[in-house]
């Protein structure tokens, strides 16, 4: 075949060959993906795998398609249609042991009052439908506290073949439900307003559309395993408490497939010191500031004064020290030999032994103090006169040999040699008093110790420290009590000392600071950056798996952007515009013409193609660009908007199930009729159910298949118990014959039969009542039965030609009436004729069921055999 001018319009063997032209330049799995969809009319689950194993490999080819694959392709699928309902958990109030039914073919009237239960059912075919309304809220019981999971049974029929669906509110929708189309009042204005997908799809186009699902499919596998993948994430990666303002964190967060793994390592790796440089920033920035200030400085302070008291033991406990001890002690021995030579030779004559010596000198000052303080204080000791001094000691006057021998005594205490023996005592005192002093007790250093181990939490600098201390107090025993160096002196940690107090300076000065100073500030970033440094250590392993999955994700998305639809829904476009458009405006434009609407002409405009599907909006035809939801009232609203729903189904060509829910609202009579009459037109090619809460309208779907000879399958949906959703396969009481409502009332009699007499009075008196109040309306309804052939309840026209029906009235049928509607009321409960709910027996209630039947019966069969009077127009 050769090239296929683009610009002309296609017939269905044109269009394929324009998409085998086209399909040259596509992926090598579209490319067999359109080969089989010709071949096979769609795609299996093998087909779709295969594809994507084609896809997701680079140097996979397939089967592309060619010529010899060309051939015209019957209807994708069979019609579906929706069976039941069943099983409803978790939706709204819905029991779980209902069953809702539909006929499969025909017509099916699902009649509920509002708070029924009956949106409750419609909101689970919404969502496993076709619908334009894609907010579909599947709500919960309320008063369900266990949270039960939503779940429900959907059976379906796909052409003759039974099918089910278990469905649940995220389970992937089943293609086939998709082909069911759902219409609502939501429905209604975005059909009307918004555009919409179009369902009619030629041949290639459904290819096309084929393809463009299988794109979808592809994609979905392929993100099935990118899903299998991130699944694999722990939740600690995926949402990561580090901070993306910290180095540590800011890797972590953007962690993929190029992350570096060196970096990693370097981020991930925490020294000791910086361990406990976490600790304290934690510790301080865990309190409050002025209390960690006032600890801190406490430290700090204790820290000085440890630091001063075992510092300065160290510092005098020094070789140099030693050194001291020996020179001091040399001098002194040298002076006192001198002084005791000076004091032997003055004081060889003495009287009395040691004269010179420490307890003589001792005695000599302390006669001086007496002598110059008490007994003498005008002159200074020994300057005496022996004629009126006398001797401090013995209190005797002094001869000229005592006062010559005290002078004696004077010069050698204030000569050299005994001033110098002074000083050298001095010298010696005072080194070991300044050594005395810079002993401490053992206790002292082993709390510094302690504090500094426990308290400050360093341990290193306090064994420094002690054995520093250990050794100079070993040292200074030694010195005082001139001993030999027992062992090398061991160095203060002085300097580890000082790199402590600064940083208790610095965390002091950066807590003291406002909370916004940039030193604040700095102590908050290095708490946090160490802090998800730390924590990024405990996650290497699992860091370094992820970026292997990264590294695949990555893979499999570059494949994945084979299965974009872009080019398919453009290439889908060129082929609607020749092949869809005009008949579906045509079928819009009938569909229009059945629903009687004809004041305003609109019309079906296509505005756009979307992912492989043409888009079209409902406009006015003289004015387009009027907003039509504006101008329509609300009854034309509706109508226009079935009307476009029915034309894009119809001309599908494919008769799958439809389901509308309360379509009616606010129509008038006349386009009440006019769309009830087009739902039976389309219940005789195709399954139609209909959910509706407004009675007219069932009675008008009634009267239609009546006219069309059609069948109706009803359900009614009800309250049992103030519980919504139950179910009964017929009509509600309300639409039901006299006739209907008297078999209903026999079957329920029949139910209690064997139980009424034993029940208690008052349960046996609020049966009866019950009954007798149906009774009474089945009463009502059988009057209106016997109007019905001349005017149908809710019906605005009347049949006079069907007048001499009513003729067949008797006196006695009026008595009848009235007779039973007396017994039965409760007005009238005090005459003797009427029943009595309280007494009342059994076989009273079959007994007044059985005359409404009679009465029924009689009248129904006398009207049949009326005949039509005879008109004679003679004079």
């Known amino acids: 075949m050769s090239m296929v001018d683009q610009n002309a319009e296609l017939t269905e063997g044109q269009a394929f060959e324009v998409i085998r032209q086209w399909s040259e330049q596509q992926p090598a799995w579209q490319r067999d993906a359109l080969r089989r969809i010709i071949i096979n009319g769609a795609l299996s689950e093998m087909d779709l795998e295969e594809l994507t194993a084609i896809c997701c490999d680079p140097t996979a080819k397939g089967i592309p398609l060619d010529k010899s694959h060309l051939k015209q392709p019957g209807v994708l699928g069979e019609p579906i249609s929706l069976n039941r309902v069943t099983q409803a958990k978790g939706i709204n109030a819905l029991p779980d042991d209902q ?34 309304d894609g907010h579909t809220n599947i709500r919960r019981n309320v008063e369900d506290t266990a949270n039960t999971p939503q779940s429900a049974m959907i059976g379906f029929m796909r052409g003759a073949v039974p099918g089910s669906f278990a469905w649940t509110p995220q389970a992937t929708p089943l293609g086939e439900l998709s082909s069911v189309s759902i219409f609502d009042t939501r429905s209604a204005n975005i059909h009307v ?45 995926r949402s990561p408490a580090l901070s993306a303002d910290t180095a540590a964190g800011a890797f972590l967060h953007r962690l993929s497939a190029k992350s570096n793994l060196t970096q990693l390592e370097l981020l991930s790796t925490v020294s000791a010191e910086e361990a406990k440089r976490v600790t304290e920033l934690e510790a301080d920035l865990a309190q409050d500031p002025k209390k960690v200030v006032a600890r801190l400085t406490v430290q700090r302070t204790k820290l000085q004064n440890i630091r001063a008291q075992l510092g300065k033991l160290c510092a005098v406990a020094t070789d140099d020290a030693f050194k001291m001890r020996s020179t001091l002690q040399a001098d002194l021995k040298q002076k006192s030999e001198a002084a005791k030579l ?77 001033a110098d023996e002074l000083a050298a005592e001095k010298a010696v005192s005072t080194f070991v ?121 990555a893979k499999l998305e570059a494949a994945a952007k084979d299965a974009q639809k872009r080019p398919i829904t453009t290439k889908n476009k060129e082929l609607s515009d020749k092949l869809v458009t005009n008949a579906l405006r045509g079928r819009f434009a009938r569909e229009v013409e059945k629903l009687k609407l004809s004041r305003m002409p609109v019309e079906l405009k296509k505005v756009r193609d979307s992912n492989a599907v043409s888009y079209f909006q409902v406009v006015l035809v003289e004015k387009p660009t009027e907003p039509i939801g504006e101008i329509l009232s609300e009854g034309e609203h ?65 009267r239609e298949a009546d006219a069309k000879g059609q069948t109706i399958h009803y359900q009614t949906v009800f309250r049992r118990n103030e519980k919504p959703g139950h179910v009964e396969g017929e009509l509600p009481n309300k639409a039901r014959s006299a006739l209907q409502l008297a078999n209903a009332i026999r079957s329920e009699l029949k139910a209690i039969k064997a139980d009424f007499d034993r029940w208690p009075e008052v349960r046996r008196t609020l049966i009866s009542k019950g009954v007798m109040e149906q009774l009474r309306e089945a009463w009502d309804q059988a009057i209106a039965d016997f109007i019905y052939p001349v005017l149908g309840r809710f019906d605005n026209t009347i049949k006079g030609n069907s007048l001499f029906k009513l003729a067949v009235l008797t006196e006695a049928d009026i008595a009848k009436v009235t007779e039973s509607r007396r017994r039965l009321s409760e007005d009238l409960h005090l005459a003797s004729q009427t029943l009595n709910p309280e007494n009342v027996t059994h076989q009273q209630l079959v007994d007044e069921v059985k005359k409404l039947e009679d009465f029924a019966h009689d009248i129904e069969s006398r009207q049949k055999k009326a005949t039509a009077p005879t008109v004679s127009f003679a004079p």
């Open 99 to 132: 069953e809702l039914e539909f006929a499969p073919k025909g017509l099916t009237i699902i009649y509920g009052d509002n708070g029924s239960g009956k949106s409750g059912y419609v909101r689970i075919l919404k969502n496993a439908c076709r619908t334009r």
């Open 193 to 237: 307003e918004k555009t919409n997908a179009v369902a009619y799809i030629p041949a290639p186009m459904q290819v096309m559309e084929a393809l463009a699902a299988a794109c979808d499919a592809v994609k979905l596998r392929i993100d099935a395993q990118v899903n299998k993948l991130q699944a694999q994430t722990p939740h600690i990666i």
């Open 342 to 418: 000076a004091s032997n030779k003055l004081f060889a004559a003495s009287p009395l032994p040691d004269v010179g010596k420490e307890v003589w000198r001792s005695l000599w000052e302390a006669a001086r103090r007496y002598s110059d303080q008490a007994a003498y204080p005008a002159q200074r000791f020994p300057t005496a006169t022996a004629e009126k001094d006398l001797c401090v000691l013995c209190q005797q006057l002094l001869s000229k040999e005592a006062v010559a021998r005290r002078q004696t005594f004077e010069s050698f205490v204030q000569g050299t040699t005994r």
């Open 433 to 553: 008093e300044s050594l005395e002093k810079a002993r401490i007790r053992p206790g002292v250093y082993r709390e510094g110790v302690t504090y500094i181990s426990t308290e400050l939490g360093d341990e290193a600098l306090a064994d420094a420290i002690r054995r520093a201390t250990t050794i100079a107090a070993w040292r200074l025993r030694a010195i005082l009590k001139g001993k030999k160096r027992p062992c090398a002196a061991a160095a203060f940690p002085d300097a580890a000392c000082t790199i402590i107090e600064t940083s208790l300076s610095d965390r002091i000065t950066k807590l003291s600071a406002d909370g916004q100073s940039p030193a604040r500030l700095a102590m908050l970033k290095d708490r946090n950056e160490l802090k998800d440094k730390q924590a990024l250590g405990g996650l290497v392993e699992d860091i370094k798996a992820q970026i292997a999955r990264l590294r695949e994700v």
């Open 638 to 702: 509706r109508c226009i908007a079935l009307a476009a729903f029915m034309a894009e189904l119809v001309t599908s060509k494919q008769y799958s199930g439809i389901v509308f829910d309360d379509p009616m609202s606010s129509l008038d009579h006349i386009h009440r009729k006019a769309v009830a009459a087009r739902l039976v037109e389309e219940a005789a090619h195709r399954q139609v159910v209909v959910f509706t809460h407004d009675l007219t309208f069932l009675y008008e779907l009634r």
